[in-house]
């Protein structure tokens, strides 16, 4: 007899959930279970799909509110009071195919195509961390998961730090037919010693003398993967002052950017007695300018 059955079997604890579980995380675990066990997952396992049966049992009972509440009082009595379902027609027992099918959408039909389409696979995520060179001209990295053949996976060119890059269909394959998953790589880009992203733009300090700067000159700058290029400092260059190269920075899909080279004047750690008196006579000839009144100024010390 279908009571005597509910007697024997803890729908509860074929499910792993507590008494008190809520409808929606009730759902939520036997989606799992069901995914987990399903035949068309485990082909030719008898003990598989024996489980699946036993699952789709448990949550079609749980699963119903009038026929869990029945349950409960019937366990509470240890079976002494006679089951029946709404209407007065005794145990109403849905099959695990069509519990599977409401759940999953669709209706009839074999395995998950059947019961709502096959199920696709599961995404992998992955980290890689890049020389910074290579995140700028691009690269094909080899990544390896236990279980699956080496992937192949192309960065594109101008990749930053912390992009995430999506490879459709090189995830885990679909347990019934369905398209593989996606692979989401997050890329980590090594800080390079010269240079830095703007945007799209490569940016970098050059050192330059006082001399260089008040009187300006031509120097050689390096490039990224390339040979140096010479730049004009301009006379009363100052610090800081930004000399662009055009076409020398990152390239993507949209444009290629430009190297900005800032300048850095270079204030000598020593000096000789010569060249100290040299310089006292050199600023003796200069205009006599605070070079900080527009500072006291725009601070409203003046």
């Keep these: 007899m279908a009571s005597q059955d509910w007697l024997e079997k803890d729908f509860y604890k074929v499910l792993g959930v507590a008494k008190d579980v809520a409808e929606a995380d009730l759902k939520k675990v036997y989606r799992k279970l069901a995914r987990k066990y399903h035949p068309d997952s485990n082909p030719g396992d008898a003990k598989s ?145 010269v240079f830095s992203r703007d945007g799209n733009n490569l940016r970098l300090s050059v050192p330059v003398t006082f001399a260089e700067a008040v009187l300006g000159a ?18 009363n260059t100052p610090n800081g002052r930004v000399l662009r190269v055009k076409g020398k920075g990152v390239t993507t899909s949209k444009g290629t950017g430009d190297l900005l080279a800032s300048v850095e004047v270079l204030v000598p750690s020593h000096i000789s007695d010569k060249a100290a008196k040299a310089l006292a006579e050199f600023d003796e000839l200069l205009p006599k300018e605070d070079p900080r009144q527009d500072l006291l100024n725009r601070a409203g010390l003046l």
């Design 49 to 193: 799909e024996a489980k699946f049966k036993e699952i789709s049992e448990a949550y079609s009972v749980l699963s119903d509110k009038d026929q869990r509440r029945e349950y409960d009082q019937f366990r509470a009595m240890g079976g002494g009071a006679r089951f029946t379902a709404p209407g007065g027609q005794g145990q109403s027992n849905a099959g695990f195919e069509d519990v599977f099918a409401n759940l999953f959408g669709g209706g009839g039909g074999r395995g998950f195509g059947g019961f709502g389409g096959p199920i696709s696979g599961q995404d992998l995520t992955a980290t890689t961390e890049l020389p910074f060179i290579d995140s700028v001209n691009g690269t094909t990295i080899k990544l390896n998961y236990s279980g699956m053949d080496p992937i192949n996976a192309k960065i594109p060119a101008g990749v930053l730090d912390g992009q995430k890059i999506k490879l459709r269909g090189k995830g885990a394959a679909s347990p019934n037919g369905g398209p593989n998953g996606d692979l989401v790589i997050t890329v980590s880009v090594k800080p390079h010693p």
């Design 218 to 235: 031509t120097i050689s700058v390096p490039t990224l993967g390339g040979d140096p290029v010479k730049l004009k400092v301009a006379p």
